[in-house]
T-cell receptor
């Protein structure tokens, strides 16, 4: 099946710093990618839709200035958590629909811990 | 606003038994209903999915039942195995794009 990778898989940072998470579609192109956040023992909550060549669209309640999204190419989207705080500690997961495959593929997730 | 409601929150089944997880949705525009399996520390993996023009889909031990009029769908796992122990999420989406997930069901299959 199609593969979506994320980097890093785990990151620990100090409060106030910024963290960048990469999402790559390895064997297909994705004009759209999605970013989700999952707190422990909870569901995946859609944060934003990343659009190649245009601005990301954010779900209600998600701060766009705090969670910067850049869809740099047809295979790469990045999520930058700016001025991270402990409450931003979570599991961040991206996904990408594979056009023509009628399926959406999820990355393995990035565990962010803010001290 | 929770777009997809899932129950039960947790489920314990004996090996060989049937696991049943239920979901209900609100938005009648949804046209794709996947189920995902997630192990701790991993991303969700697609298990099986259904479109609203079909009432049932079976793949191996996994079956989705879909009731369009009731806006409900369910996952049945036949002959449940300890290796099936994981968290299961239903989801609803539009055109394979953004998905709204249920709250998850933690399944524990006892040997």
């Amino acid at each position: 099946g199609a593969v979506v990778s994320q980097h890093p898989s785990r990151v620990i940072c100090k409060s106030g710093t910024s963290v960048k998470i990469e999402c790559r579609s390895l064997d297909f192109q994705a004009t759209t990618m999605f970013w989700y956040r999952q707190f422990p023992k909870q569901s995946l909550m859609l944060m934003a839709t990343s659009n190649e060549g245009s601005k990301a669209t954010y779900e209600q309640g998600v701060e766009k200035d705090k969670f910067l999204i850049n869809h740099a190419s047809l295979t790469l989207s990045t999520l930058t958590v700016t001025s991270a705080h402990p409450e931003d500690s979570s599991f961040y997961i991206c996904s990408a629909p594979a056009q023509g495959r009628n399926e959406q593929f999820f990355g393995p997730g990035t565990r962010l811990t803010v001290l | 606003q929770q777009q997809v409601k899932q129950s039960p929150q947790s489920l314990i089944v004996q090996k060989g038994g049937i696991s049943i997880i239920n979901c209900a949705y609100e938005n009648t525009a949804f046209d794709y209903f996947p189920w995902y399996q997630q192990f701790p520390g991993k991303g969700p993996a697609l298990l099986i999915a259904i479109r609203p023009d079909v009432s049932e889909k079976k793949e191996g031990r996994f079956t989705i039942s879909f009731n369009k009029s009731a806006k409900q769908f369910s996952l049945h796992i036949m002959d449940s195995q300890p290796g099936d122990s994981a968290t299961y999420f239903c989801a609803a989406g539009l055109n394979f794009n953004k998905f709204y997930f249920g709250s998850g069901t933690k399944l524990n299959v006892k040997p």
